[in-house]
C-alpha cells in the first residue's frame, strides 16, 4: 500500500528546515506523498499572534512548487475550528482510503502527544508515527509509551541534517533587523520583502 505523510502546522514562515524533514521523511519511509496540513487557528496557540491564513497559504505555495510530491491539504481550512489533530487524520483516512497514513510529528509534539485532545484515539488513526529530530531533541519514549501504550511500536524515527532554524526565530531575526535570507527558498524571502512581513511582530 501507498504511504502518505501527513504534515502540520502553522508554517508561519515556511523555510528550509521544514523542507529538510518533509525531504527526509519521504526519502526514509519511502512516502508518495507529503501533505502539508496549514492550520488556521492551533488549538494549543490561542494567544499567539499568527499570520493572516492568506499570506502564509501564499508562502507555502510557493515554497513547495518545486517539489511535485509535495501537496497543501486545506482540510482543516474547510472547516470550522477548533481543528483538533485526531480529526484531521480520520478525514484525511477517508479521503485517502487506499493509502497507509504516516503521521510526522517533531520530537517535542511526540513528547507533548499525551496532552493533546483525545490522544489514545489519535493513536489509533494512523499506520505510523514519523518522529523528525532537531537538535538538542531529548524524548524520554518509555514516559510516553507509559502514557500511551502501544505508540512505541508505530513510532519510525527519522534522522536528518538539521539546521536550528524555527519560524520564530526568523520572525525575531526580520524584526531586529538580522539576516534571514538564506533560511528560507528564495521565492518565500522575496515574497516577505516585497510585503514588508514581521517587521513590527515581535
Known amino acids: 500500500m501507498k504511504k502518505l505523510g501527513i504534515f502540520g502546522g502553522t508554517f508561519d514562515p515556511p523555510h528550509l528546515g521544514h523542507l529538510i524533514l518533509a525531504a ?3 526519502y526514509r519511509l519511502g512516502l508518495e506523498r507529503v501533505l502539508w496540513v496549514l492550520t ?3 488549538p494549543h496557540k490561542p494567544d499567539q499572534h499568527i499570520t493572516s491564513l492568506a499570506a502564509r497559504q501564499a508562502m507555502l505555495e510557493l515554497a513547495l512548487a518545486a517539489h511535485p510530491s509535495f501537496a497543501i491539504s486545506t482540510v482543516e481550512i ?4 477548533p481543528h483538533f489533530t485526531v480529526d484531521t487524520l480520520r478525514l484525511l483516512n477517508e479521503a485517502y482510503p487506499d493509502h497507509a497514513q504516516v503521521f510526522l510529528v517533531g520530537g517535542d509534539s511526540l513528547r507533548d502527544l499525551p496532552t493533546w485532545h483525545n490522544p489514545s484515539e489519535l493513536l489509533e488513526v494512523p499506520e505510523l508515527i514519523g518522529v523528525m529530530r532537531r537538535p538538542g531533541d531529548v524524548v524520554d519514549l518509555s514516559a510516553v509509551e507509559r502514557a500511551l501504550p502501544g505508540i512505541a511500536a ?11 532554524i524555527s519560524s520564530s526565530d526568523i520572525r525575531a531575526r526580520i524584526a531586529s533587523g538580522k539576516p534571514y535570507r538564506y533560511f528560507l527558498t528564495p521565492e518565500v524571502f522575496q515574497y516577505i520583502r516585497e510585503h514588508r512581513m514581521y517587521a513590527a511582530q515581535e
Not at 78 to 81: A, F, H, K, L, V
Not at 156 to 163: D, G, H
Open 24 to 26: 527526509e521523511a519521504e
Open 40 to 42: 488556521p487557528v492551533p
Open 78 to 81: 474547510d472547516r470550522p475550528p
Open 154 to 164: 508505530k513510532i519510525r524515527w527519522i534522522t536528518a541534517p538539521l539546521l536550528e
